[in-house]
């Protein structure tokens, strides 16, 4: 669950410094202040905890800090967040309820996270569904309620309805992992397997070296006809793995090959010959050629590929964001470094790498992240 931070709203209308200088004489300043600092560090100290996955230690944090400051929704936010993980359903939508009625704008949006997930987890689809929707109408676009929709409704089964949520989180707010992830899975599965590869890519970028991360991989590895899929599907996140023999099939025609008719401009057929092509030559040459490898040729045929069809006035995510964005690094002096990149959690080999070559690891990373200036 994705933590919702607090932040200051300040005022300076006459009517307030009046009521504040009267607080201030009936109540010495100095104590309340050090007790609200206290409590928020307590706060804090409860958030480190919980990161370390300390749950019971952090839960302490929040109580003590509510002791000193028993307004103080971020700590009962915290303790909703903590419950939470600790699947304590009840208390989860007990404190996040506090938190949606307190209207804290800030915290209000994780809040109907938490108790959504919180409903879902006790049977509650329906209700979790509608509480998300609540918080859509009351604060607007909010990437967190968008992407808690989305999962809701992959959950459910509902795939239209988790890739439109899913597609607006990632305009709102494309930092983060999870929605790429999910955009991945809901893609490959309606058969737009071009894009499904080139957001498995953007996942792999913001999170590299995770367990979901090595999963990932391997699928879009599979979709791209580099690996044979296994007797057991790959375990992806946001289900189960009882509900994985359940999802819908993806798009195939009957020989195998993935959908080649042109959608939304692109010709797949194109890119589907090269991918080929570039595979089986390589394979012809070395039989054994390691799958890295076949991979970052693979991948360098597709992005080419993709640049020569974005020429023209085309619309929409793939050719505004997608292609330009994966192209520059196709054509920039780091593409074999962004290769060992996204692959570090499926390849010893790409791990031992980047241990290996620090200062090239280094310099892709500050390159990704400041742009060509440097």
């Known amino acids: 669950m994705q933590r919702a931070r607090k932040t ?3 005022t300076g209308t006459m009517s307030k410094i009046h009521l504040y200088i009267a607080f201030f004489i009936l109540f010495p300043p100095t104590l309340a202040w050090g007790q609200q600092a206290a409590a928020q560090q307590l706060v804090d100290e409860g958030v480190a905890l919980h990161d370390q996955g300390e749950y019971e230690m952090a839960m302490g944090k929040y109580r003590e800090a509510l002791s000193l400051d028993s307004n103080l929704i971020h700590a009962v936010y915290e303790l909703s967040l903590t419950c939470l993980a600790l699947k304590d359903y009840a208390n989860a939508e007990e404190y996040s309820s506090e938190v949606i009625k307190a209207g ?12 959504s997930e919180a409903l879902m ?15 859509l109408e009351k604060f607007g676009d909010e990437y967190l309620l968008h992407f808690n929709l989305a999962i809701n409704y992959y959950q459910q089964g509902d795939s239209d309805q ?36 080139l957001s498995f890519q953007m996942f792999l970028l913001l999170e590299p070296d995770s367990e ?16 044979q899929k296994s007797e057991e599907p790959v375990q992806r996140s946001f289900i189960q793995q009882q509900m994985m023999r359940n999802r819908p099939p993806e798009t195939k025609q009957a020989d195998g090959i993935p959908p080649l008719s042109i959608v939304g401009g692109l010709d797949r057929r194109i890119v589907y010959q090269s991918m ?5 030559s390589l394979q012809e040459v070395n039989s054994e050629v390691d ?16 640049e020569a069809e974005s020429v023209g006035t085309k619309e929409g995510i793939l050719w505004t964001y ?16 962004y290769c060992r990149y996204i692959s570090v959690s499926y390849y010893p080999g790409s791990l031992e790498w980047w241990q290996q070559n620090s200062e090239a690891a280094e310099n892709f990373v500050r390159w990704f992240e400041n742009g060509d200036e440097n």
């Open 121 to 135: 987890e006790t049977g509650r689809a329906g209700e979790a569904i509608a509480l998300l929707q609540e918080g």
């Open 104 to 115: 804290e704008k800030q915290l209000a949006p994780g809040a109907y996270a938490v108790k």
């Open 212 to 227: 979901r991360s090595k999963n990932a991989f391997e699928e879009m590895l599979q979709t791209m006809g580099i690996t």
């Open 8 to 10: 200051d709203n300040k």
């Open 322 to 337: 997608y292609i330009p964005f994966f192209t520059h690094i196709e054509q920039s002096d780091y593409y074999e470094t």
């Open 276 to 280: 080929r092509e570039t595979l089986d």
């Open 162 to 197: 988790s890739l439109h949520h899913v597609s607006r989180a990632i305009d709102l707010d494309k930092r983060h992992s999870g929605a790429f992830l999910l955009n991945a899975y809901l893609l490959k599965d309606k058969g737009l397997w071009i894009q499904s590869i």
């Open 291 to 306: 799958t890295f490898r076949l991979f970052a040729a693979v991948n360098r045929s597709m992005m080419k590929v993709l």
